[in-house]
């Protein structure tokens, strides 16, 4: 696997590591729009695991998926505004 594709994998591990909010994730060159989507999957479940942590009282402290302060109620609206432009291109 090159570096790219190192990259791109380490990304879709982890979004909120490599991206301040959704957005950004459209305007990332280095990837095509089917990995776009890959990306913005990945966050949106990662917020889900988060939300439901959240509502069990089970949450610990910020991991990298707790982006930015963000609640995951908010972050899963902004990805899912953001996969609907996506879907539309």
């Known amino acids: 696997m ?16 490599h991206y301040d ?6 305007v990332d060159e280095q990837l095509d729009i089917e990995q776009k989507r ?6 949106l479940s990662d917020q889900k695991a988060l939300s439901r942590a959240d509502n069990e009282n089970m949450a ?5 998926q707790a982006v930015h302060g963000d609640d995951p109620a908010v ?5 899912n ?3 609907e432009f996506l879907s539309k291109q």
């Open 75 to 79: 972050m899963m609206a902004k990805i």
């Open 38 to 43: 890959k990306i913005l999957e990945n966050w």
């Open 60 to 64: 610990e402290q910020p991991g990298p």
């Open 2 to 17: 090159d570096k790219a594709n190192q990259d791109i994998e380490t990304i879709m591990q982890n979004p909120g590591k």
């Open 81 to 83: 505004r953001v996969k």
């Open 21 to 26: 909010n959704p957005e950004e994730v459209i």
